[in-house]
């Protein structure tokens, strides 16, 4: 009888299991937001629903809000928006870090060598190509994008988010 019972448990529990896993890595899942770049849509902590169907089926729309693979750190995701689909001309205002080194020509030691860092800016123009999408946080002043690593692969786009569905006050379809 006690066998019988544990035999049924443990049944029930591994096709539980199975169903749950094939849920959440083919169908939907739950993601916990953290890092200012996408706010004032959303904040650290917030917590979508996602979807991975319509990314396998569909080529993504502009304004999606996806999360993907980031392309700097595979072991990291990213949540950001599609801003450029393929085909599309993207205008980005890029800053570049420029270094520059004085030497004092009386003294040659190390405490005479001055180092200046200004940014500058530049306006570039890119396409984006076929299989690619441009992403941007919606705080632009401080997000890493696009802008920085240029367009993503479509490879990396792992689902798209639905809506936030935390904190409960503040429930919003995206």
Same mark, same amino acid.
């Given at each position: ?67 993907? *693979? ?10 950001? $928006? =599609? ?5 599309? +001309? &993207? ?60 367009? *993503? ?10 809506? $936030? =569905? ?5 429930? +919003? &379809?995206?």
């Amino acid at each position: 009888m006690m066998f019988s019972y544990i035999k049924d448990l443990l049944k029930y529990s591994v096709q539980y299991a199975c169903i749950t896993h094939c849920f959440f890595e083919y169908v939907g899942d739950f993601v916990v937001c953290s890092g200012p770049s996408m706010e004032p849509t959303l904040y650290s902590n917030n917590i979508l629903l996602t979807e991975r169907i319509s990314t396998r089926f569909h080529k993504p729309k502009r304004g999606d809000v996806i999360i993907a *693979i980031s392309p700097t750190n595979a072991d990291q995701y990213i949540c950001k $928006r =599609i801003v450029g689909v393929p085909g599309d +001309k &993207i205008c980005v205002d890029k800053p570049f870090e420029i270094s520059r080194t004085n030497q004092n020509d009386n003294k040659i030691s190390n405490d005479s060598i001055v180092k200046s860092k200004s940014t500058v800016h530049k306006i570039i123009e890119d396409i984006v190509p076929r299989g690619y999408v441009w992403i941007e946080g919606d705080n632009r002043q401080n997000s890493s994008d696009s802008r920085y690593y240029g367009p *993503i692969p479509l490879g990396l786009i792992k689902s798209r988010a639905i809506c $936030r =569905i935390w904190p409960l006050n503040d429930i +919003k &379809i995206l």
